[in-house]
């Protein structure tokens, strides 16, 4: 628990005063004051988390960690497990949905193995697809980064016991910590968070039930679009690893050994690593959002740092989102993950610090700023 108790302890509550700073700009700017509603939120926050009048987010950073789950052999997902370590080559090669969105946001991708059920080894496939990357141009910042930083390959399935040891959930904190700090040492403005991981909506779910104190039929969704019998096993699935496991809500690191996954607790850690760097970071969705609320729920002040990317169709996201206060900031009927909503969210989260540094004030366009009666 040393990292993890440290890293904590440099977490500060927001200065409440840079919110005044920033709003004094905003209010002078040409244009009724309030008038460009959350966005001007969005440049009040970066001010007071950055603690700078007049932030940049020259270098974005978003964190796809993959892990597999041994849930999945419940039936309680559209695919098999071993779309995980697909999907891993797939990010590798540009090709999937958080690769163009993330492009387009000019953000970089780092997909990170905490917990894929896969020995990559010196594969010949992934040296080919990371090659295939370098040669195509499809990223203007050179091929996907991955980053091997395996914990577990694949949790247990919770169904049948804990999921994890909570060394193990500690740890996949820990590496998401490692990697915040990490990358803020090199410079990167505002981190974003995704995952993979056939069946990681169940563990969520789980996580989600017991952290909101809400019945698991009432926070759980379809995931990658099953049908109602499935569904209706994914819930009996939940309840009875709850059931089980007993993971105690006091604890969250109890909650994430129990029922959680590996790259929910990648998750926890980049929140949690994010914060005590003075760090925006972007929550994407339900998943995401299950990690960031273990992270609040050991560090309540967390959330000053978080952004909520958006509403996703799955039914238990509110309830986490509304656990921590949070207000997402889209509600496009996404459910794909990798941090696609993250990478999206940040175009918006950098037109509001647009508005606020480049938009002219009433000085110095000239413009009268008296309101008439």
């Known amino acids: 628990m040393d990292l993890l108790n440290t890293i904590i302890s440099n977490i500060k509550t927001i200065n409440k005063e840079w919110y005044s700073?920033?709003?004094q700009r905003l209010d002078n700017l040409t244009k009724p004051q309030g008038s460009l509603g959350r966005l001007e939120e969005f440049a009040r926050r970066l001010v007071a988390i950055t603690e700078n009048t007049m932030p940049v987010l020259d270098k974005k950073v978003i964190f796809t960690f993959a892990g597999d789950h041994g849930v999945a052999e419940e039936g309680v997902s559209a695919f098999p497990k071993e779309v995980t370590r697909q999907m891993v080559f797939n990010f590798l090669n540009c090709g999937a949905g958080i690769n163009v969105l993330a492009r387009h946001a000019g953000a970089e991708v780092v997909v990170v193995d905490i917990g894929v059920d896969y020995d990559w080894g010196l594969s010949q496939d992934l040296r080919a697809k990371r090659s295939e990357a370098v040669e195509s141009g499809l990223s203007p910042y050179g091929p996907t980064a991955f980053i091997l930083k395996k914990v577990i390959s694949g949790t247990r399935n919770m169904r049948k016991?804990?999921?994890?040891?909570?060394?193990?959930?500690?740890?996949?904190?820990?590496?998401?910590?490692?990697?915040?700090?990490?990358?803020?040492?090199?410079?990167?403005?505002?981190?974003g968070t995704g995952e993979m991981g056939i069946a990681n909506t169940t563990p969520s779910s789980a996580i989600a039930a017991v952290l909101t104190d809400k019945p698991v039929s009432e926070i759980t969704g379809r995931g990658t679009g099953i049908g109602d019998e499935v569904l209706r096993n994914k819930i009996r699935v939940i309840e009875d690893a709850i059931s089980l496991n007993k993971p105690n809500p006091l604890d969250p690191l109890d909650v994430l050994a129990k029922v959680g996954g590996a790259e929910i607790g990648g998750i926890a850690g980049i929140t949690i690593g994010a914060?005590?760097?003075?760090?925006?970071?972007?929550?994407?969705?339900?998943?995401?959002?299950?990690?960031?609320?273990?992270?609040?729920?050991?560090?309540?002040?967390?959330?000053d740092y978080m952004f909520a990317a958006h509403n996703s169709v799955e039914i238990g996201h509110k309830a986490m989102l509304e656990k921590m206060g949070l207000k997402p900031i889209l509600d496009l009927n996404l459910r794909l993950g990798e941090g696609t909503g993250a990478a999206l969210a940040m175009l918006m989260i950098e037109a509001g610090l647009k508005i606020y540094k480049e938009m002219a004030t009433f000085g110095e366009a000239r413009v009268s700023n008296e309101i008439q009666n």
């Not at 040891?165 to 590496?175: G, K, P, W």
């Not at 929550?283 to 050991?298: E, K, M, P, R």
Request: proline share 5%.
């Open 21 to 23: 700073i920033a709003q």
């Open 161 to 191: 016991g804990p999921a994890m040891t909570r060394q193990d959930a500690e740890q996949c904190i820990n590496v998401g910590i490692e990697l915040a700090i990490e990358y803020a040492q090199k410079g990167y403005k505002i981190f």
């Open 275 to 303: 914060a005590a760097n003075r760090i925006p970071v972007v929550i994407d969705g339900f998943i995401s959002t299950a990690g960031a609320l273990i992270a609040y729920c050991i560090e309540p002040k967390t959330e």
